[in-house]
Structures are given as structure tokens and as C-alpha cells.
């Protein structure tokens, strides 16, 4: 089998820790270019994986005609750029989450997609884990019968990300609803099978960010650059009657953080944290707990599937279409959150 060829921009954490790994361990991929804006980086990483072509300028790296596919792990701020460029020269996309800082910039890449037959798959690694797999697979055969409430949660005590530029509202384009707050809602819209949103209402606020002195589990962060909410809270409406609440913290005082996905439906519910289903059998209320679930490793999951969409020219799991409809829904809230009203989502 013909070895893809794959350039990485933007090599930083999730780069290093959680994709060069998988991709270097398969031997049917090669990791062929690398570029990072910060060249000492770009150049441990290149050495690391014995890789020849370093640059600084992703335009650069994609006049490589032999690149099949490139992976994006740049800050929010490159996501839809990176992609843009790269699905136009011809390369299939893997993007990090969240898919982009707007949906604007999102619906660019959807269209580039579409335009240069292309694929775009968003890492939105959750929906790999066996759990959610397997929910997924009782949702979609009915097991919840119709699914009208759900809730999508994100929520840390004390968890302000001290590294990187998670505090930085121009290179993120928000706090805790877009960085962890998406990857619960993305699970639970997926679960609830993606239903068109209509309207949102939301709140945002910093009340930990710009003080001194905070506790936080990975220690000090800068209060003086935090430009991002560090709580956000939406309540969104879906044209099939259907409603969810989204619950985001970077800090709170609340007993402990929550990452879940809750879904309740009219012949069963359902959370993935931990995975339990909710039901009524034979006048009995039962709860069913998969017990033998597959460890696997979410982020080669998710580049395996990638690879394959690739390869057998089919769906990606994770599509940017899906992804636009969260950006939609994010902008929504924070614009709620600006102006106190309930923002329509067209
Ligand atoms: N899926 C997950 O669970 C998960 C976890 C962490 C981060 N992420 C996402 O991954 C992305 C990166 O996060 P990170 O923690 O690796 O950040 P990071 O800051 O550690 O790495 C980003 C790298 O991108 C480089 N970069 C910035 N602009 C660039 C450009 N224009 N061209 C080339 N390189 C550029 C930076 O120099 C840096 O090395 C973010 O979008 C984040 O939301 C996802």
C-alpha cells in the first residue's frame, strides 16, 4: 500500500503528545514536513522523527505537491487559515478542535472542503472512546425513543490552563465554553443525532481570571494577559422541540469539575460519564453499565479514522458540517451573553 504523506503544522503539545506519536508508529503513514512558527520547536520535532522538510511558513510546507494530508494543531486562531490553505492545495484536513473561533471562519472550511473534494475531520477525540460508541449505537437504534432534553458539561473546580495561550480571547476566541465546553457539546449533539439548532441564550463571565492569587491545580496563571470567560452557561433550542444545556468552568466554586453528556429521552436516558443508560423494562426501572468496553487510545482512534476516510474515500466521522453547527451555537451564546437577549441561529 502506497505510504500517505503527511505535514504537521503547528507542532506543539497535543502535537507531540497525542498525534506525531500514532502516526509514527504506523507503517503505512510518513511523517514527511513539518512547520512550526517557532523554529527551535519545528526543528527538535523535525529531528525527533528524522523528517527533512522544516519550515516556519505553512504556505511554504503546502507547495509539496507530495503531501497528502495535513494535520493542524495551531492555536484556535490558525485553525481555519491552516485549513483553508491546505484543502486548497489539494491536501486532505485534520483539524484540532475546536473546529475554528467562529462559525464564519468555520463555514470557510466547509467550503473549501466541499470545493476541493477534500476531507475535513474535525479531532473531536471523545466520540472515540468505546462508551460513546456504544451509546451512540443504542441512541441511534431508538433505545432513548425521542430525545428532548440533553446536557452538555465542562465544568472545573479549579482547572485555568497556566500554559499555552488557553487565556488568550484573540488566539482562542473564548474561554472554557470553546476549548473543553465544545468537546461536551460536540458529544452530546452527535448522540442526539445533530438536530438543527434555532435559538440560543447564554451568560459568560470572569470572576477567577484577572485576580491574583487564585488556587489552581496547574499552578499560577497570568491575570494580567486572561482574556477569556472562565464560566459560560447556554440553554439552546433545536427546531425538533428538542433543548440543551451547556455548563463550561475553567474555575467555579463547585464541589468537583463534571464532564459529561446527559441525554433524557422518552424510553430511556443516558451520561457518559461514567456510561450508564437509564430505563423502564417490564415495569421495572433498570440501569444498564457496559462492563467489558475496549481500552484504546482516543487520539490514534480518531487518526486511524481519519486515515481510513482517506484511503476508502468515505465520510469522515467527525465532519466540519457537524462542527459548523457547534460554532454556530457557541457564537450564539456569547453574543447572548453580550446582549442579554435570546440570539436566533440561522
Ligand atoms: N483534542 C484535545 O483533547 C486537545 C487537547 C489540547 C489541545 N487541543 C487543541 O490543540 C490546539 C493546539 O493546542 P496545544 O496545547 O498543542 O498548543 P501549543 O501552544 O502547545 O502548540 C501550538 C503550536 O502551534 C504553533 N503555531 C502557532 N501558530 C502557527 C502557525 N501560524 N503556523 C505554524 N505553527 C504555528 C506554536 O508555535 C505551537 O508550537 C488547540 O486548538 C487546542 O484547542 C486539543
Not at 511554504?60 to 493542524?72: N, T
Not at 484577572?210 to 494577559?225: L, Y
Request: include cysteine.
Amino acid at each position: 500500500m502506497k505510504k500517505l504523506k503527511i505535514g504537521f503544522i503547528g507542532t506543539g503539545s497535543i502535537c507531540q503528545g497525542n498525534h506525531l506519536p500514532h502516526y509514527a508508529a504506523m507503517t503505512d503513514v510518513e511523517i514527511y514536513a513539518i512547520c512550526d512558527i517557532l523554529p527551535d520547536v519545528a526543528k527538535t520535532v523535525a529531528e525527533k522523527y528524522n523528517v527533512k522538510r522544516v519550515f516556519t511558513d505553512y504556505n511554504e510546507m503546502l507547495k509539496l505537491d507530495e503531501i497528502d494530508a495535513v494535520d493542524v494543531c495551531t492555536p484556535n486562531n490558525f485553525h481555519s487559515p491552516a485549513a483553508v490553505a491546505s484543502l486548497n492545495a489539494g491536501k486532505h484536513v485534520i483539524v484540532e478542535k475546536p473546529i475554528a473561533r467562529t462559525a464564519a471562519e468555520a463555514q470557510v472550511m466547509v467550503d473549501a472542503a466541499h470545493r476541493n473534494k477534500k476531507k475535513l475531520q474535525v479531532a473531536h477525540c471523545i466520540r472515540f472512546q468505546p462508551g460513546n460508541q456504544a451509546l451512540k449505537r443504542f441512541v441511534d437504534d431508538g433505545e432513548m425513543g425521542e430525545v428532548y432534553y440533553a446536557k452538555a458539561q465542562a465544568t472545573r473546580r479549579r482547572g485555568v490552563p497556566s500554559w499555552g495561550v488557553f487565556t488568550n480571547k484573540e488566539k482562542q476566541g473564548g474561554g472554557p465554553l470553546i476549548d473543553i465546553g465544545v468537546h461536551a457539546m460536540d458529544t452530546t449533539l452527535w448522540l442526539m443525532g445533530h438536530p438543527k439548532p434555532i435559538s440560543a441564550t447564554g451568560m459568560a463571565c470572569t470572576k477567577f481570571g484577572n485576580r491574583e492569587g487564585v488556587c489552581n491545580a496547574w499552578g499560577p496563571w497570568d491575570p494580567k494577559t486572561y482574556t477569556v470567560e472562565d464560566f459560560a452557561a447556554g440553554f439552546v433550542r433545536f427546531e425538533n422541540g428538542a433543548s440543551m444545556v451547556v455548563e463550561s468552568s475553567f474555575a467555579a466554586n463547585i464541589d468537583h469539575g463534571i464532564f459529561n453528556a446527559t441525554l433524557v429521552g422518552t424510553e430511556g436516558g443516558c451520561e457518559m460519564t461514567p456510561v450508564k443508560m437509564f430505563k423502564e423494562k417490564h415495569g421495572v426501572l433498570i440501569d444498564v453499565t457496559p462492563v467489558s468496553l475496549p481500552t484504546v487510545d482516543i487520539y490514534q482512534q480518531e487518526i486511524i479514522a481519519f486515515l481510513n476516510a482517506i484511503r476508502n474515500d468515505t465520510e469522515v466521522l467527525v465532519t466540519g458540517e457537524q462542527c459548523l453547527i457547534t460554532a454556530k451555537i457557541i457564537d450564539a451564546i456569547y453574543k447572548s451573553a453580550k446582549t442579554g437577549k435570546e440570539v436566533e441561529i440561522g
